[in-house]
Each structure stands twice: as structure tokens, then as C-alpha cells.
Nanobody, 124 residues
Framework: QVQLVESGGGLVQAGGSLRLSCAAS????????MGWFRQAPGKEREFVAA????????YYKDSVKGRFTISRDNAKNTVYLQMNSLKPEDAAVYYC?????????????????WGQGTQVTVSS
């Protein structure tokens, strides 16, 4: 089964940008739809973005549309989340997740494998 390792988190000022990466091990990466979720202190985990197996379709939480872009490079076994115009409310631990054969892209139970998370902090 695919394993996921996230990187790219850090501290940025409001209005700045970060690019998160999620590197997958194994030989089945292209069989998985991929998603990003986040969890802030005291809040439940929430859906952020998802991308289909081939990259032809993307889905976003309304509050990040126009600011965040999810992409994937199946040749590199990597999915990305480009985050621009960051706001303090975007601060959270961001998790990469993989879904095999599912259609529930916007809920955590639709995913089979999860990364360890990477911290994103946004200062005002």
C-alpha cells in the first residue's frame, strides 16, 4: 500500500505563500485520488482540496478557491498544494491523504492512507 510523507510547512506572514509536498512510496500512486485536509487547534479536521487520479479534476473548500491549487505529478509520485494569499485562519496541521477507488473526496472516511501532517503557521 502507498505510504505518504509530507513536507513544506512552516511559518509565513499573512499574504505570503507556501507550497506543500506529499511524496508517496510504492508502485500504486496513480491508482489513488489524493486529498489535503487540515486541522486547527480546538477544531475538527476539515477538507481542503482533492485531485483525481489523472489530475483532470480538482475540488476545493469554498474558502480556499482562487488562493490554493492542488496538483500532482504521477511520474514523481508527488502531490502538491500551492497556497497563496495565506490568512491567519489557514493556520493548521495539513494532512495529505490517498483514496483508492472511492468517490467521497470531501470527507476523511473516503481516504485509506494518511500522512503524518505538516504544520502551517500564519502570522498577522
Amino acid at each position: 500500500q502507498v505510504q505518504l510523507v509530507e513536507s513544506g510547512g512552516g511559518l509565513v506572514q499573512a499574504g505570503g505563500s507556501l507550497r506543500l509536498s506529499c511524496a508517496a512510496s510504492g508502485r500504486t500512486f496513480s491508482s489513488y485520488a489524493m486529498g489535503w485536509f487540515r486541522q486547527a487547534p480546538g477544531k475538527e479536521r476539515e477538507f481542503v482540496a482533492a485531485i483525481s487520479r489523472s489530475g483532470g479534476h480538482t475540488y476545493y473548500k469554498d474558502s480556499v478557491k482562487g488562493r490554493f491549487t492542488i496538483s500532482r505529478d504521477n511520474a514523481k509520485n508527488t502531490v502538491y498544494l500551492q497556497m497563496n494569499s495565506l490568512k491567519p485562519e489557514d493556520a493548521a496541521v495539513y494532512y495529505c491523504a490517498a483514496s483508492y477507488g472511492g468517490s467521497s473526496y470531501t470527507v476523511g472516511r473516503g481516504y485509506d492512507v494518511w500522512g503524518q501532517g505538516t504544520q502551517v503557521t500564519v502570522s498577522s
